[in-house]
């Protein structure tokens, strides 16, 4: 099997695993770990008061998803090329 069948075998992959919770759950509400661990803390301790306050707010949810979204994608890529540059290997390789 060639590499570019592989990549695209795993490019679809991606696409299904990333696509079958909305597929298969149309209608739930998919929350994030920070707005579950505030309902289980003010559960637990009603007077709960947070130690700190955000520097800078969001204006809304979408701009907070947004600036997520692009501090992964740095992540991502510095990751990446970090093991690009570590794993790559001055010889020749042969296509096969």
Request: aromatic fraction near 10%; charged fraction near 20%; proline fraction near 8%.
């Given at each position: 099997m ?15 695993i ?6 298969l ?12 661990a505030?309902?289980a ?24 998803s947004?600036?997520?979204a692009?501090q992964a ?24």
């Open positions: 060639k590499v570019w069948q592989k990549n695209l075998i795993l490019i679809l992959l991606v696409v299904v990333a696509a079958a919770p909305l597929w759950l149309p209608n739930a509400e998919f929350g994030g770990a920070d707005g579950e505030e309902e803390i003010l559960e637990l301790n009603p007077d709960y008061e947070p130690w700190f306050q955000p520097i800078l707010e969001p204006a809304s949810g979408e701009v907070e947004l600036l997520f692009l994608a740095i992540g991502a890529g510095v990751v990446g090329f970090v093991l690009g540059r570590i794993t790559k290997s001055d010889k020749p390789r042969t296509e096969g």
